[in-house]
């Protein structure tokens, strides 16, 4: 079984930067997609990032694309989400989602296997 541990979250003002991170506990398994996805409160949850981590290619959604990085750190297992220029509309929770499988859609939550407990990331005005 896939673990994957966030961390990073916490309050910012906005225009503020923050980065996530996301370790996997599998050292042999290789996770083809992984993803951030957002989930603002009372909404469903909505990928922002994602990157093929076979070539590193990287996907974002148009609200976030200029402000959020997403990266991998293969010696560490662990993958980033680097956001910088916070906006009160990125408050929520934050996931990170992996899957061993070929995907459609890297925003679609469906796709994904396995996902992290969350960090909340609170962006104030």
């Known amino acids: 079984q896939v673990q994957l541990v966030e961390s990073g979250g916490g309050s910012v003002q906005a225009g503020g930067s923050l980065r996530l991170s996301c370790t996997t506990s599998?050292?042999?398994?290789?996770?083809?997609?992984m993803a951030w996805f957002h989930q603002a409160p009372g909404k469903q949850r909505e990928g922002v990032a994602a990157i093929y981590t076979i070539d590193g290619f990287t996907y974002y959604t148009d609200s976030v694309k200029g402000r959020f990085t997403i990266s991998q750190d293969n010696a560490r297992n662990t993958v980033y989400l680097q956001m910088n220029n916070l906006k009160p509309e990125d408050t929520g929770m934050y996931y990170c989602?992996?899957?061993?499988?070929?995907?459609?859609?890297?925003?679609?939550?469906?796709?994904?296997?396995?996902w992290g407990q969350g960090t909340q990331v609170t962006v104030s005005t």
């Open positions: 989602a992996a899957t061993d499988l070929l995907i459609t859609y890297p925003f679609r939550a469906s796709e994904y296997r396995y």
């Open positions: 599998a050292y042999n398994k290789r996770n083809d997609y």
